[in-house]
């Protein structure tokens, strides 16, 4: 009975949407009058309640609607407003161009798809297929945006496309919308904007209180607002990560701060060259030794690797096919330099030394890496200056002289070297070797100007012209004799 009573009590508000109660109860819901008072004081306005009753004759067409949201409710009781004071727009039907060009701060490609968007309350929902009138089609995929918390901005830098603004959610994603049409591009920004503007996880504020809620300052026309007021769910995440890069830099700079101090002990700690060498941890080289060193070290003034190495070549290879034109196989020759430099000792007449090349290439490579050249840097000039001299005879003086001023292990060295050239020049038709194909090979071997500052070719001319003159007149500069 009393559940009649009840509808009886609906039907009759019916007609008074403008009223709040105008029509008597009947007189069978006088006893229950306390209960009706209880439920006008509960969270239910009039206007809702109004709304429910309504359902109760509606069609069933008319019914596709969103829930009445229960913080609305809320509101309305207790005089708290949204954001504008107004519900946020819904919109759909229109077909959007749509890129997620980030997932949960991860990058991605951007791909545009056209997607048909509709707004609800707090999402947008993205339809591959068309939405029909009873619902979408089935097996269409749909794409959720959410948008509490989001942030939404105009991007004309992200795409040459025109009309594109961009959605950043709170969990990082971002998605790029265009439309074709600058109408509906706005449209659809400013539904999007007012959405997320009263969104229910920002701060709401009563109708009579002057406090507003912040506002994402990237939004057009909110330029003025107050930059420092983010999103709480924005403010955790940076906060994390912020406090995450300084606990990594922090202990960074400790690992770097031991690496440098551990360094520093060790260098401070570090035993000096003599120790080491006193020790044979550290052995005295022969490749790139200075002449002067080398031949005080062995006692004597020509290096003996120059000696081991001429003897090997007059044994077996003056007349190989050019001698010293021809380079010899790198990997062995570096395993003879290295041998020779940890002073092993060393058996050129063995036979993995039995490539004559091996042996002259580790010559030459020996002159070439002397810190000072054979002839001095001081002496390069001069040396140029008397092989411009046209009186053969006063030539020969001037460059005898310049090699008798030179320090004796460079004149022992250059007088036991020339003679063995001189000697692979008698051997010319079998070692196809001249005068000539000796100064290519050992002028810029055994002479360089200390600062090459002048033109290369011509010094290299210079170079080649002193080592064909010296070999040409070696007996009169060297006083050889005659057999």
């Known amino acids: 009975m009393n559940l009649t009573s009840s509808n009886c009590q609906d039907s009759d508000r019916t007609p008074m949407a403008g009223s709040r109660i105008s029509a008597k109860p009947p007189l069978l819901m006088e006893p229950r009058l306390g209960a009706v008072q209880m439920r006008m004081k509960s969270s239910q306005s009039s206007g809702e309640r109004l709304s429910q009753s309504r359902s109760m004759v ?28 107004a519900e946020p727009p819904e919109l759909k039907g229109d077909l959007l161009n749509v890129a997620k060009i980030s997932d949960g701060g991860k990058k991605q490609r951007k791909n545009w798809t056209g997607m048909w968007g509709e707004l609800t309350s707090d999402q947008l929902l993205l339809h591959k297929e068309r939405q029909q009138e009873a619902g979408m089609k089935a097996g269409g995929k749909t794409d959720v945006v959410q948008l509490c918390g989001a942030v939404i901005e105009w991007t004309p830098d992200k795409s040459s496309r ?26 659809w920004f400013d539904g999007i904007r007012k959405t997320v503007d009263s969104s229910s996880k920002l701060p709401l504020r009563r109708a009579n209180s ?216 008698t051997f010319s038709r079998q070692n196809l070797m001249s005068t000539q194909g000796i100064g290519i090979v050992f002028g810029p071997t055994l002479m360089w100007p200390e600062l090459d500052g002048g033109n290369m070719a011509v010094n290299m001319v ?6 064909e003159f010296i070999l040409i007149e070696s007996r009169d500069i060297f006083s050889l004799d005659r057999k």
């Open 210 to 425: 002057s406090e507003f809620p912040p506002r994402h300052s990237s939004l057009p026309g909110h330029g003025s607002t107050n930059t420092k007021q983010r999103n709480p769910v924005h403010r955790r995440s940076i906060n994390m990560f912020v406090s995450s890069k300084l606990k990594h830099s922090a202990s960074d700079s400790a690992d770097k701060n031991g690496v440098k101090n551990r360094l520093k002990k060790f260098i401070i700690r570090r035993p000096s060259m003599k120790t080491l060498q006193e020790k044979g941890l550290i052995k005295d080289r022969v490749f790139g030794c200075h002449l002067l060193t080398l031949c005080e070290r062995e006692g004597s003034t020509v290096p003996s690797f120059v000696q081991l190495c001429l003897d090997a070549i007059e044994k077996r290879g003056m007349d190989v096919d050019g001698i010293y034109r021809v380079s010899g196989n790198l990997s062995t020759v570096q395993k003879l330099r290295f041998m020779v430099d940890q002073e092993e000792a060393l058996d050129l007449d063995h036979s993995q030394w039995e490539d004559v090349h091996v042996v002259t290439g580790a010559l030459k490579m020996f002159f070439r890496e002397l810190p000072e050249p054979l002839f001095p840097f001081r002496a390069f000039q001069p040396f140029v200056e008397a092989v411009k001299i046209k009186d053969s005879r006063q030539k020969v003086q001037a460059v005898k002289k310049l090699i008798q001023d030179l320090p004796r292990p460079n004149q022992d060295t250059m007088k036991l070297l020339f003679s063995h050239l001189h000697r692979v020049l």
């Open 162 to 187: 025109k009309n594109v603004f961009q959605i950043t959610t709170h969990t990082g994603s971002e998605y790029l919308l265009q439309a074709e049409s600058y109408s509906t591009a706005s449209k």
């Open 58 to 85: 509606l069609q069933d067409s008319d019914l596709q609607q969103n829930p009445i949201s229960r913080h609305r409710r809320n509101q309305s009781q207790h005089g708290v407003l949204g954001v504008g004071g």
């Open 462 to 467: 210079y170079q080649n012209q002193i080592i």
